[in-house]
């Protein structure tokens, strides 16, 4: 990477014997910024620690001289010098005048973005989220001049501060060919950004700091009209963005759904659902942790999607070491439960509140890896993707009735060999609920046409969806119960249903009250058994209580 910041034409704004300790230190050139604040002593910040310039505190004087010889503050109290990248901001008393100054280091560094810049090369809008300094708005810099030097794209940056391209009229040389239009006020930001669209014909809008609803909006406008968008936001995650009522327009919006009951059993949810508005504003959304390690979400409304519906995706992790090797690696959504004192380890076995034996339900590995260059992925794979290695074949099952949600968890947290198919035509095993197998003929009929057997839970809790399928897979200490069998298991006693709801109680603390500080309701259950789940849930100092009319009555576990 080639790093130019013109830094002597910020030390050249500060008092003298401020500017003479700066040139003499040994961390010079990793300086991030300088702080001057009245009547305290002048401090200097690097990228991992801080110490003070001086003995004497700052005089308002020497903020004066300062603030003569940079240009003037705009309406969001920024200032630059001119044909330069450093900001200079301004802390005001209750009078207006200027007490407090920032004076930041603004650098053009070239490379900074070849961990994505493959990414950036395929057209699609891209969003940069990060906490303050981690070097976004330097990253939206090279953007524009690859996009436009490399790539030969119409690029125009829309400049509300002056970061991106520097103060002054003349752009700064590390934007290469792209134009900067800039902002009169800073709430002017989105006028000028549709205008752009209007006036210049560009193929490429570079936005910074996308911080209100008319910035959101006029965003969506331009990338319906099929301009490419490059910007950042407010926010840390993709999370923060779903939160977030102001810009969750730009991950797609967020609205409340009321679903039909068979789409809710089938979803295994709440008949009311949140879901994704409309499609985002942008494709590909990247978090950048840390300067060398990005999150990148290639598709932003699967990401979205998924977090709704209470999963973890999947995205990339991309990392690049200093001689500028980029690795991208997989991240995989951990769902194990927490661990008991005096329990085996989650990852030995999946114990169960149970006096019978059945045995131990073993992981599939998840260490099968491969390195790769840049030019070829390298990433964790899956237990599906193993099997597929190794010659094997997932088994391919189709749900009836039944929660994908639980049923993913429970795939997921135990790695097992499952592929969730949407037709029968696809499947090898049907799992359905109960219940709706009774009430629907047709589908038995249509399963023994197909030759495919069909696997009975009695309800959508983890503790029944487990064993179906310990049973379907021929795990050990359990034998396969298929469809001819269905009646003989509807006849089971109290006993398994006493055993299921205390297994459905433990799972519940130990994997969301827990660990989340959420509550949790548990499934309607007579009475003689919610007094054994409130037992149980004593057991864990964790306060429960009883609510509903019977034959709906459930328990509610509360977080300590």
């Known amino acids: 990477m080639q790093t130019t910041d013109d830094l002597q034409k910020l030390l050249n704004i500060l008092p003298s014997e401020i500017q003479q300790v700066l040139e003499q230190h040994s961390e010079c050139d990793r300086l991030v910024e300088v702080v001057l604040d009245l009547g305290r002593r002048p401090e200097a910040r690097f990228p991992h620690q801080a110490e003070y310039l001086s003995e004497q505190v700052v005089t308002r004087a020497q903020i004066q001289d300062c603030i003569d010889r940079v240009g003037d503050f705009g309406g969001d109290n920024r200032a630059g010098i001119e044909q330069t990248l450093h900001r200079i901001s301004a802390i005001r008393n209750r009078s207006g005048e200027i007490v407090g100054l920032t004076c930041r280091v603004g650098r053009a560094i070239f490379g900074t973005i070849a961990m994505i810049r493959d990414l950036v090369e395929t057209g699609q809008s891209i969003l940069m989220l990060g906490r303050p300094g981690v070097g976004k708005t330097t990253a939206l810099r090279e953007i524009a001049r690859v996009l436009a030097d490399d790539l030969n794209k119409r690029v125009v940056i829309i400049d509300s501060s002056n970061e991106i391209a520097g103060d002054g009229d003349i752009p700064h040389p590390a934007i290469g060919r792209a134009r900067r239009m800039q902002v009169a006020r800073p709430e002017l930001q989105h006028q ?65 759904v009321t679903l039909g009951d068979e789409e809710a ?5 709440q008949k009311s659902v949140l879901e ?23 598709t932003v409304a699967d990401t979205v999607d998924a977090l709704l519906r209470g999963r973890q995706p999947s995205p ?30 989650a990852n030995d076995s999946f114990s169960k509140t149970s006096s019978q034996s059945t045995g131990q339900l073993l992981p599939f590995p998840q260490n099968l890896s491969r390195s790769r260059s840049l030019a070829e992925v390298d990433r964790e794979l899956s237990p599906t993707e193993a099997l597929e290695l190794s010659g094997h074949q997932p088994l391919r099952l189709y749900l009836y009735g039944t929660g994908r949600q639980q049923l993913e968890q429970v795939i997921s947290m135990l790695n097992l060999p499952v592929v969730l198919v949407e037709g029968l035509a696809e499947a090898e095993a049907i799992l359905a609920l109960r219940s709706h197998l009774r009430k629907h003929a047709n589908l038995r009929h249509l399963a023994q046409a197909h030759d495919i057997p069909i696997y009975a839970i009695k309800s959508n ?32 006693n109290d006993e398994g249903d006493e055993m299921d709801a205390l297994e459905e109680a433990r799972l519940a603390v130990e994997q969301i009250v827990l660990p989340k500080g959420q509550p949790v309701e548990l499934l309607p259950r007579a009475a003689h058994i919610r007094k ?13 209580s009883s609510f509903g009319s019977e034959p709906h009555r459930r328990l509610r576990i509360y977080p300590a």
Do not use: C
Request: aromatic content about 2%.
């Open 461 to 492: 809790t983890t503790p029944q969806i487990t064993r179906t399928l310990r049973q379907v897979l021929g795990m050990p200490g359990l034998e396969a119960i298929a469809e001819p069998d269905f009646d003989l298991a509807a006849d089971r």
């Open 276 to 298: 994704r508005k409309a499609p985002p504003t942008f494709d590909i959304a990247v978090e950048m942790l840390e300067r060398q390690r990005w999150v990148v979400h290639e």
């Open 316 to 345: 990339q992790v991309r990392t690049i070491n200093d001689e500028g090797q980029v690795t991208i690696t997989r991240e995989v959504p951990s769902l194990s439960p927490v661990r008991r004192p005096n329990a085996p380890a």
């Open 192 to 256: 000028v950004m549709i205008e752009a669209v209007e006036n210049h014909m560009p193929e490429v809008i570079v936005i910074d700091e996308i911080g209100t609803e008319l910035e959101a909006l006029a965003a969506r406008t331009i990338a319906e009209r099929g301009v490419q968008l490059v910007g950042t936001a407010h926010g840390n995650q993709i999370e923060n963005l779903i939160k977030n009522p102001t810009l969750s327009d730009l991950v797609g919006g967020i609205q409340s």
């Open 532 to 544: 054994m789940q409130h037992e149980l849930v004593e057991h864990y100092q964790l306060q429960s």
């Open 265 to 269: 059993r089938r979803r295994g949810s």
